[in-house]
């Protein structure tokens, strides 16, 4: 008699803890063997090393660390922050039905031209930075929902998307910007003292890629991702008034306060830049770095933007119909969603112990040293170098610290291949947008996650970290492998990247 296995999983929370345990004996062990790594940066114009060792959390001074900052962890989180200030917008126009109105639309566009669309505005939104990732994950889901597709889905599509699109957009970001400061430092200091990095030196491949990548991906996850989700229709319990009227006086309220926003971020009019940091030399740096007015207020500015709009289509429409109504649908989006919460606080602290232990730091450390080692050159060189950066993500995503430890080594290296430091950045964006993709250590993974499961209508799929990267790995492999082929194409051909810029020196 044939008994039905029953599947064990570990829900994110509990596996989150297992990952901590890990990291800590692992600490341990790298701590207790002297394991260490020699990192290279740029001090005052020249290249110094220094020794960078793993710190054991077992210790008595990593216990403390452990015990003493688990509030301070979570509080330094702050996209947490920033999606509950992003969610009181998107609840009032959700609850005041103009998300109904405007997306129930979308009921008439295919699939696959949703999707389509989907990855393009994904890979647009990359301008803002990660503030894409909290703008875009909530707003996608429920446009799926009303579209009559599954939310689930287009949370996926969202985020790996935004990942992958993170690395070559179609507009560069003030990462980009940062990045070429490292790149140039690192260029300059030995090599080349006269190079300058330029940012529409990735012009014509960021254009061409976006293209072909939207084109191409659309396809592959119409096929292989789209069919593991069944449609949904769950939202057709909400009751809200359709009204033409309201949708006409909010999307001219909408269009004159983006008129007002672009006015202050416009330098040289009169009363204008009211939002740029106008110490900055350069006007992305002027729009986003850390003292900008707008980068700072964006996503506050974008949640006021929808609760103006939510509330003029609300009192028009009737669905909304006095002050204490409007009160409570500015919380509507925090329905289901107590789990992301629950989720971050874990994360919070299993992101500190890594960032303390320095296991990452060493890893990226190692595996550079190697690289510097190995007598190569040409398409090896790249996808050696591809696959390094995306092996180092897992530990350590954030694009600038991973560029900070490996932009010193790399650059000339990359150089003395033959290879323009323009396109070795461009290679090395493309590769942390992908391991962005497949790292359980990027915050962002579990804000997905979460609202996945706030669409996990009688529990369909069973969201752990584990069983989302299988869900995704088959269509984040071919993905990935296509980008390096492109990229490896454009590096045989010889294509220019850009304005009088091209792959090979």
Known sequence: MNKDKKKIFLGPVIMIIVLIVIIMLASAIFSNLQVGGQETHIQNGTLETSLVTVNNILSSSGLKFLLSNAITNFQKLSPVILLIIVLLGIGICEKSGLFKMLFSRLKKVSTPILIFFTIFLSIISTIIGEYSFIILIPIVGIAYKYANRNAMLGILIAFISICLGYGFGLIFNYDDYLLGTLTQASASLEVDKNYKFQLLSNLYIQIAITIIFSIISSIIINAFLAPRFEITKHYEKEETIDSKKAFICSTMACLIMLALIVYMIIPGLPGSGLLLDKSASTYIAQLFSGNSPFSNSLIFIISVMMMICGLIYGRISGNIKNTNEF???????????????????????????????????????????????????????????????????????????????????????????????????????????????????????????????????????????????????????????????????????????????????
């Open 327 to 505: 009160s409570i649908g500015l919380g509507y989006s925090f329905d289901n969603l107590g789990y992301v919460f629950v989720l971050l606080f874990f994360f919070s602290q299993m992101i500190a112990l890594l960032d303390w232990s320095n296991i990452g730091t060493v890893i990226a450390t190692i595996l550079i040293d190697k690289i510097s080692l190995l007598q190569l050159s040409g398409i090896l060189l790249i996808i050696i170098f591809f696959i390094t950066v995306v092996f180092i993500s897992i530990f350590i995503p954030s694009t600038i610290t991973k560029w900070t430890l490996m932009s010193p080594i790399i650059v000339p290296l990359f150089m003395r291949a033959n290879i323009t430091p323009d396109f070795t950045q461009f290679v090395f964006r493309v590769a942390d947008g992908f391991g962005k993709c497949i790292t359980p250590m990027y915050i962002y993974f579990f804000i997905m996650m979460a609202f996945m499961q706030k669409y996990n209508y009688d529990n369909e799929h069973n969201i752990t970290i584990f069983g989302t990267l299988k869900l995704m790995a088959p269509t984040i492999l071919i993905l990935g492998s296509l980008l390096l082929l492109l990229l490896i194409l454009w590096y045989i051909i010889g294509l220019p990247m850009g304005i009088a810029m091209y792959p090979t020196l």
